[in-house]
């Protein structure tokens, strides 16, 4: 069974690393995001395997007496078929040569590495060919009437108004946060955030992120849609020790979730024994896919430049 937390000495570093994933791509809080197995609630899954995460759509009304309606839930089915780590050692020369505590240094440059690779992922799936709505075609009018135009656009196709977000690359996010229409005080009293911090509030009925790496296939400068467009699952791998149950483990592993979100990695650490050197791998498995594809999979749609 994985070690408790508190045998692993970089615990809680992992922990603040996993919650900063979110604070430095926030894109990846707009995702929905499947963490466990839905009968179990265990984070644990094989490599390869076929994840079922439901997806929610509105409800119909209609008249007392009529026939039992239907709703367009969807159990998308996403494989994990991407197993990544991030792994770093420090030299005896390293540590001992500072008093800075590197092992805590490290949780935000992992959560940088973690987060830049997620949300890479995420955004590989936003392209004509999944999302066939025609695209948003925009100049130099990355303003507030820009974000009405995307969220009419949203609204002609029938997406679900619920955690709608508007993803932009660099450019147009920064025009957006010199709009005053959107900053100023009096006509939105959210948005100390856009000074203090650059993040934008919630716009139009859009929350706002930036993504500078944004793919530019197509001239596409931004991407709109809603928490259930595109789905992220994300599990971790057996732990060796069910497979050799005797055997010895050089170090520590086990298991570190965070709160919040309940995304899970594994985390083994050792010291190797002929060179000293101090090592921290993390480990987990994932896989993408489009979500909610009924209205003939017009859930998002793409943003172009002229």
């Not at 007392?64 to 050692?89: E, P």
């Not at 050089?250 to 709160?259: E, F, Q, Y």
């Amino acid at each position: 069974m994985p070690n408790t937390l508190g045998t692993l000495a970089t615990s809680l570093i992992v922990q603040r690393a996993l919650e900063l994933i979110y604070t430095m791509r926030p894109a990846l809080r707009l995702i929905a995001l499947d963490v466990v197995d839905r009968e179990t609630g265990s984070p644990v899954a094989y490599f390869g395997q076929n994840v079922i995460t439901r997806t929610f759509a509105n409800a119909v009304v209609g008249d007392f007496g009529d026939a039992v309606g239907t709703r367009s839930d969807l159990d998308v089915s996403i494989t994990l078929d991407k197993f990544k780590q991030v792994y770093h050692a420090f030299t005896p020369q390293q540590y001992s040569g500072t008093s800075r505590n590197l092992i805590e240094e490290s949780a935000e440059p992992l959560a940088v590495a973690m987060a830049n690779h997620m949300v890479d992922a995420v955004a590989a799936l936003w392209t004509a060919a999944n999302f066939t709505t025609t695209p948003i075609t925009m100049g130099a009018g990355w303003d507030y009437d820009h974000l009405v135009d995307v969220r009419k656009t949203l609204n002609t196709m029938g997406v679900p108004d619920m955690r709608r977000y508007y993803i932009a690359n660099s450019d147009v996010y920064a025009s957006l946060l010199t709009d005053p229409k959107i900053v100023a005080a009096f006509n939105n009293p959210g948005n100390q955030n856009a000074i203090t911090s650059g993040l934008l509030p919630n716009v139009a009925g859009l929350q706002l992120a930036e993504y500078p790496a944004m793919p530019t296939t197509g001239n596409m400068v931004g991407f709109a849609g809603y928490y259930a467009t595109c789905i992220m699952a994300c599990r971790v791998p057996k732990d060796p020790r069910e497979v050799l149950p005797n055997a010895g483990f050089p170090g520590n592993i086990g298991i570190v979730t965070d709160p919040r979100t309940g995304l899970s990695v594994m985390v083994n650490e050792w010291i190797e024994p002929d060179t000293l050197n101090v090592n921290t791998r993390i480990v987990w498995m994932y896989g993408v896919a489009k979500g909610n594809e009924t209205n003939n999979g017009k859930t998002g749609v793409l943003v172009i430049s002229s």
